[in-house]
């Protein structure tokens, strides 16, 4: 198996980086949010034909080894930066699933172009009023990423992969979510027409939600990053009482803290990507997923409040990641759901 | 020197196998849970078994790794049942990397490998009743006389000076100094004469710290670590230690912490109560956590400094998460004295939990070093 080596993976992160300060300075964060699709789609072409950003993952091709590892570098690059673009939709959520399903023709010919970066996939669970019949759609989803332009909408039933292409029969609609950066769509289905792409396991499943989760865990980490050094660096410029506000202990302790969840954070996601390939997967993610994201929410909270009344402005970036944070808790379904199952797991197996 | 490189899990499961059992989901009612020490143990049993146990291992070739091959065998050896090892940690993380870093090699072969064997068992004589997070107040003194020196003082919060054969000593050996400079670092062998070895009792009613007195005690001048007015970067290299074997390595934790609850669950039939389940996943995300720094925690490479201290305060929050759990599942009967039932054994780990805080450099300590020295911010 050929997978990407440290070295491999470190100048991937370098020159990503270089493309993402050149092409996304934060004021352009706002102003992709603010765009049609919600992100910048030159930029988004260009990493998918030009960098490859699509298909790293699979860089022998649909039936050549997984490697997981340039996602990862990905997601803490993009969560950093709170990049709009859509990659989680179409990497974790579209060419994963279909990378670890039994494909049917359509599959692999649908999974080829999104690892091309030629079309573009999201996942619309879950449905609401579910109800499939003779190949045809029914229900509705309220929160979709990217689901107002995505080519392919992905859903999952009783094993079964499909596909939502045809137009006809579905209604998107942009909603504004407490995420500025994420764009969201309701999306309504009337008797859409579903193209069976493939079958997944219950395991397979099961590493599909650990990718998910693995995927948000580094994102957080990113974020928790920059929060911490938008909080030290605020920190050491801003003075009053005659003196930089580092100099204060109970400022300095909040400054500790959000470095132990940086560091800790870092730590659980490479801990569950370290556990990839084994049974301890979806365990190891879910763990990571609960710590990083907390940690998130709780970091990128006190970073806004350390930043005084600037943080809590308009113009300051500090909210669109206090905005981030929350709405990532929320994209793999309720965090407390997934601790009570977590628990209840580890009560069976006492 | 017995050195490894490259070492493979599958020899060192092997090599473990003969000598320890594996955990098993039983070990959790059988394995206690107190943090600072077990009450009722023999001590003198437990000593002896680590000694023992650390003899072997130093001859297996395990005691001296790198960074990436300790990993290896930490990760294996994790899956077995070990004796009780927590008389070894000062011996060979604290005085250990100071004498590796700063020794002498005459040094170094006296007293570097028996440590590494088991052999030597260590103290640390830091901390005074004016010198506590504040270390650079040490005021014991040492005088030169006739081949080395003669040292005078009192030193507290002293672990295990009842049964070490040696000391890591930090004094002042240049009386017009004061604070950071004219500090030096000894090894000081606890048997000689002047030294006075009192018991302190701890919350936990048990007493494994001591008050060391120091009475014109005789230290040669070949048992200097370091050159003469260089203790304070010794004792750096000594906490630095200290604080990566407590938080990680070291098991700074008892086995199987989620896995005790869960049994405890079990038994006061609490197996369905979603509160149950919730407390669960709480001990067992923090644990993770934990385990996950000490395993990556210098994976960021602009904090990869900090780890020692981050690993620190994840023990600390491990142990308050578990408690909540503890007092969740086990209700009053946690808080019963040990001996009441199986699961009274927990009012040790409550009892304990205060100390590990403060141990090794209070939390506040710990934040103000990740604050100052590694996120930039002004020293003071």
Same mark, same amino acid.
């Given at each position: 198996?050929?997978?990407?080596?440290?070295?491999?993976?470190?100048?991937?992160?370098?020159a990503?980086?270089?493309?993402?300060?050149?092409?996304?300075p934060t004021?352009?964060?706002?102003?992709?949010?603010?765009?049609?699709?919600g992100y910048d789609r030159?930029?988004?072409?260009?990493?998918?034909?030009?960098?490859?950003?699509?298909?790293?993952?699979?860089?022998?091709?649909?039936?050549?080894?997984?490697?997981?590892?340039?996602?990862? !570098?990905?997601? %803490? &690059? *993009?969560?950093? @930066? =709170?990049? /709009?673009?859509?990659?989680?939709?179409?990497?974790?959520?579209?060419t994963?699933?279909?990378?670890?399903?039994?494909r049917?023709?359509?599959?692999?010919? !649908?999974l080829? %172009? &999104? *690892?091309?970066? @030629? =079309?573009? /996939?999201?996942?619309a669970?879950?449905?609401?009023g579910?109800?499939?019949?003779?190949?045809?759609?029914?229900?509705?989803?309220s929160?979709?990423?990217?689901?107002?332009?995505?080519?392919?909408?992905?859903?999952?039933?009783?094993g079964?992969?499909y596909?939502?292409?045809d137009?006809?029969?579905?209604?998107?609609?942009?909603?504004?979510?407490?995420?500025?950066?994420?764009?969201?769509?309701?999306?309504?289905?009337?008797?859409?027409?579903?193209?069976?792409?493939?079958t997944?396991?219950?395991?397979?499943?099961?590493?599909?939600?650990?990718?998910?989760?693995?995927?948000?865990t580094?994102?957080?980490?990113?974020?928790?990053?920059?929060?911490?050094?938008?909080?030290?660096q605020?920190?050491?410029d801003?003075?009053?009482f005659g003196?930089?506000?580092g100099?204060?202990?109970?400022?300095?302790h909040?400054?500790?803290?959000?470095?132990?969840?940086?560091?800790?954070?870092?730590?659980?996601?490479r801990?569950?990507?370290?556990?990839?390939?084994t049974?301890?997967?979806?365990?190891?993610a879910?763990?990571?997923?609960?710590?990083?994201?907390d940690?998130?929410v709780?970091?990128?909270?006190?970073?806004?409040?350390?930043?005084g009344?600037?943080g809590?402005?308009?113009?300051?970036?500090?909210?669109?990641?206090?905005?981030?944070?929350?709405?990532?808790?929320?994209?793999?379904?309720r965090?407390?759901?997934?601790?009570?199952r977590?628990?209840?797991?580890?009560?069976?197996?006492? | 020197?017995?050195?490894?490189?490259?070492?493979?899990?599958?020899?060192?499961?092997a090599?473990?196998?003969?000598r320890?059992?594996?955990?098993?989901?039983?070990?959790?009612?059988?394995?206690?849970?107190?943090?600072?020490?077990?009450?009722?143990?023999d001590?003198g049993?437990?000593?002896?078994?680590?000694?023992?146990?650390?003899?072997?291992?130093?001859?297996?070739g395990?005691?001296?790794?790198?960074?990436?091959?300790?990993a290896?065998?930490?990760?294996?050896a994790a899956?077995?049942?070990l004796?009780?090892?927590?008389?070894?940690?000062?011996?060979?993380?604290?005085?250990?990397?100071?004498?590796?870093?700063?020794?002498?090699?005459?040094?170094?072969?006296?007293?570097?490998?028996?440590?590494?064997?088991g052999?030597?068992?260590?103290?640390?004589?830091?901390?005074?009743?004016?010198?506590?997070?504040d270390l650079?107040g040490v005021?014991?003194?040492?005088?030169?006389?006739?081949?080395?020196?003669?040292?005078?003082?009192?030193?507290?919060?002293?672990?295990?000076a009842?049964?070490?054969?040696?000391?890591?000593?930090?004094?002042?050996?240049?009386?017009a100094s004061?604070?950071?400079?004219?500090l030096s670092?000894?090894?000081?062998?606890?048997d000689?004469?002047?030294?006075?070895?009192?018991p302190?009792?701890?919350?936990?009613g048990g007493?494994?710290?001591?008050?060391?007195f120091?009475?014109?005690v005789?230290?040669?001048?070949?048992?200097?670590?370091?050159e003469e007015?260089?203790?304070?970067?010794v004792?750096m290299?000594?906490?630095?230690g200290?604080r990566?074997?407590?938080g990680?390595?070291?098991?700074?934790?008892p086995?199987?912490?989620?896995?005790?609850?869960?049994a405890?669950?079990?038994r006061?039939?609490?197996?369905?109560d979603?509160l149950?389940?919730g407390?669960?996943?709480?001990a067992?995300?923090?644990?993770?956590a934990h385990r996950?720094?000490?395993?990556?925690?210098?994976?960021?490479?602009?904090?990869?400094?900090?780890?020692a201290?981050?690993?620190k305060?994840m023990?600390?929050?491990?142990?308050?998460?578990?408690?909540?759990?503890?007092?969740?599942?086990?209700?009053?009967?946690v808080?019963?004295?040990?001996?009441?039932?199986?699961?009274?054994?927990?009012?040790?780990f409550?009892?304990?939990?205060?100390?590990?805080?403060?141990?090794?450099?209070?939390?506040?300590?710990?934040?103000?070093?990740?604050?100052?020295r590694?996120?930039?911010?002004?020293?003071?």
């Open positions: 198996m050929k997978l990407s080596s440290r070295d491999d993976l470190r100048d991937i992160r370098a990503l980086s270089d493309v993402l300060d050149a092409a996304m004021s352009a964060i706002r102003a992709d949010a603010a765009s049609a699709h030159t930029l988004w072409a260009e990493l998918a034909s030009g960098f490859g950003i699509t298909g790293m993952h699979a860089a022998e091709g649909a039936e050549g080894p997984l490697d997981l590892d340039p996602i990862w !570098v990905v997601a %803490e &690059l *993009l969560g950093a @930066r =709170l990049a /709009a673009l859509p990659y989680l939709s179409t990497v974790v959520l579209g994963l699933p279909l990378l670890r399903a039994e049917t023709d359509a599959g692999s010919e !649908v080829g %172009e &999104l *690892l091309e970066g @030629r =079309l573009t /996939a999201t996942s669970e879950p449905v609401q579910w109800r499939r019949h003779e190949g045809r759609l029914s229900g509705s989803s929160a979709v990423l990217h689901g107002t332009d995505s080519d392919w909408i992905l859903l999952v039933d009783d079964r992969v596909g939502v292409h137009p006809a029969g579905v209604t998107r609609e942009p909603v504004a979510s407490i995420d500025l950066t994420r764009p969201t769509s309701a999306i309504d289905f009337q008797e859409a027409s579903l193209i069976e792409l493939g997944l396991s219950l395991e397979q499943q099961d590493r599909c939600r650990a990718d998910l989760l693995t995927y948000l580094h994102e957080c980490a990113g974020g928790l990053r920059r929060v911490k050094d938008m909080a030290v605020h920190l050491r801003r003075h009053q003196v930089p506000l100099s204060f202990q109970a400022l300095k909040r400054a500790a803290d959000l470095a132990v969840d940086t560091v800790t954070s870092t730590a659980v996601a801990a569950a990507a370290a556990a990839v390939n049974p301890a997967y979806l365990p190891a879910e763990r990571a997923f609960l710590f990083a994201s940690a998130y709780r970091a990128a909270s006190s970073s806004l409040h350390m930043h009344g600037l809590f402005t308009w113009e300051f970036d500090s909210h669109l990641y206090y905005r981030r944070a929350y709405a990532s808790t929320a994209l793999a379904g965090s407390s759901a997934t601790r009570c977590l628990g209840q797991r580890l009560m069976a197996s006492a | 020197m017995v050195r490894m490189q490259d070492i493979d899990a599958a020899s060192v499961d090599w473990l196998a003969a320890a059992p594996l955990h098993t989901a039983q070990d959790a009612q059988h394995t206690g849970v107190a943090l600072i020490e077990e009450s009722g143990a001590e049993a437990v000593v002896e078994a680590a000694r023992a146990w650390q003899r072997e291992w130093y001859d297996a395990y005691a001296e790794l790198g960074a990436a091959d300790a290896v065998v930490r990760s294996v899956n077995y049942r004796p009780d090892l927590r008389p070894l940690l000062i011996g060979l993380h604290i005085l250990g990397p100071a004498l590796r870093e700063h020794g002498t090699a005459a040094l170094q072969r006296r007293y570097l490998t028996p440590i590494l064997r052999e030597i068992l260590a103290c640390q004589l830091f901390s005074e009743p004016e010198a506590g997070s650079a005021r014991a003194k040492a005088v030169r006389v006739p081949g080395g020196w003669s040292v005078s003082g009192q030193k507290v919060w002293t672990s295990n009842h049964f070490a054969d040696v000391a890591e000593l930090l004094v002042r050996t240049d009386s004061s604070r950071h400079a004219g670092m000894f090894v000081m062998h606890m000689a004469p002047g030294v006075d070895v009192r302190l009792r701890q919350m936990t007493a494994a710290f001591n008050e060391v120091l009475n014109d005789f230290v040669p001048e070949e048992n200097l670590i370091g007015g260089t203790g304070w970067r004792a290299t000594s906490l630095s200290e990566a074997a407590l990680g390595e070291f098991e700074a934790v086995p199987q912490l989620v896995e005790k609850l869960a405890m669950a079990l006061r039939g609490r197996s369905e979603p149950v389940w407390c669960l996943a709480d067992a995300v923090a644990d993770f996950a720094v000490v395993e990556h925690g210098a994976a960021d490479p602009q904090l990869a400094g900090a780890a201290s981050v690993t305060l023990v600390t929050d491990l142990l308050e998460v578990v408690t909540s759990a503890v007092l969740e599942i086990g209700d009053a009967e808080l019963l004295e040990r001996g009441a039932s199986i699961d009274a054994q927990w009012s040790e409550i009892l304990g939990k205060p100390g590990v805080a403060i141990a090794g450099g209070a939390n506040e300590i710990q934040k103000n070093v990740i604050a100052e590694h996120l930039g911010l002004p020293k003071g």
